[in-house]
């Protein structure tokens, strides 16, 4: 009885905590929002220094004898977005002599030749994610690394950088991304004689303007391959491809494009589809304006031919609704 008489006043003794008002919960939230947005910004600010870092810097530029490079990605919000450019100078990037003489040590003879026609050729890599915020450019940096990783393993293993990489980041974006988060891409190595050896997962063509012609010339596109944008769909090819279920079917293998930029002082461009689509998709630049713009400059450096786009683009297109990303390859003269 003395227990539970004492439970009873001790019940009596307890105050419950007062309910806070709807108003109070409110004005709580409104405290804390500055905080929250603080913190956002601030981790916008961090991720926005990492994509940084992955960027091209001027250096990274492939040097190759009889042709010249130049490209850059000019981002629509702040300096990252949804275009992302990787060059691969496989001279600047890897040790070439050192890999043969190991490739010839394992007795590898057919790797060390692949590995020294390298010398001769430079890759480019470009990739558009959907969108163009900062946050976009997640995708691309994970296929930044992803793809570079994967390239020094390829040249230990085959001495060149093979179709079967970009099998396996088809598979591994098909795996991780959403359907409504893609990747357009395109990756092709320029060969000192003016072949540009290629594959293209829903990426815009390359584009030649010929010299002796004085125009931009046509491109057999029936004779081209274009593939799905990276990871929408499984990989046919894959070892693993009966492990990924789709119910849109498989992508088949990735075969190579050829094109040949035959005549000295030939320009080539590369391009994401934000120098094609603005306001809407209602404007193309170039359909409208390219050829006549590379006339004016044909007779300059890549560099000189890059520049004077870009002006007259942010003429034509004051105000852009994406990313673009050109790359000039020029045959030398």
């Not at 558009?128 to 976009?136: K, M, V, Y």
């Not at 050829?258 to 603005?278: K, P, S, V, Y």
Request: proline share 5%; aromatic share 10%; hydrophobic share 40%.
């Amino acid at each position: 009885m003395q227990f539970k008489r004492n439970i009873r006043q001790l019940n009596y003794q307890i105050v419950l905590p007062k309910r806070a008002s709807h108003k109070q919960n409110r004005d709580d939230e409104m405290e804390r929002l500055p905080m929250v947005e603080g913190e956002m910004n601030s981790e916008l600010v961090n991720f926005q220094k990492i994509a940084r870092n992955i960027l091209p810097h001027p250096g990274e530029i492939p040097s190759l004898p009889g042709i010249d490079i130049y490209g850059e990605t000019l981002p629509l919000k702040g300096e990252v977005g949804g275009d992302h450019l990787i060059y691969i100078d496989f001279h600047k990037r890897f040790d070439l002599d050192a890999r043969i003489q190991e490739a010839l040590l394992e007795n590898k003879s057919d790797v060390a030749k692949t590995l020294q026609e390298n010398r001769d050729k430079a890759g480019i890599l470009l990739a558009d994610a959907s969108g163009h915020s900062i946050t976009d450019a997640l995708l691309t940096a994970m296929l930044h690394q992803a793809f570079l990783v994967g390239a020094s393993y390829e040249l230990s293993l085959n001495g060149e950088i093979s179709t079967d990489l970009f099998e396996t980041l088809n598979t591994r974006f098909y795996q991780s991304a959403s359907i409504d988060k893609f990747i357009t891409m395109i990756y092709g190595e320029i060969h000192r004689s003016g072949e540009f050896r290629f594959i293209s997962a829903a990426h815009p063509l390359p584009v030649v303007f010929s010299i002796e012609f004085d125009r931009l010339v046509n491109i057999n596109q029936d004779r081209m391959v274009i593939y799905p944008p990276i990871g929408t769909l499984p990989s046919a090819a894959q070892v693993d491809a009966r492990k990924q279920k789709s119910s849109y079917g498989y992508k088949p293998k990735y075969s190579v494009n050829t094109i040949n930029i035959m005549g000295a002082g030939d320009i080539m461009l590369l391009f994401t589809d934000g120098f094609q689509e603005q306001m809407q998709g209602e404007y193309d630049f170039v359909s409208e304006q390219l050829e006549a713009c590379l006339r004016e400059v044909k007779y300059g450096s890549a560099r000189e031919i890059f520049e004077h786009l870009k002006e007259n683009f942010s003429v034509c297109v004051p105000e852009p609704e994406d990313d673009v990303t050109i790359v000039v390859v020029k045959k030398g003269w």
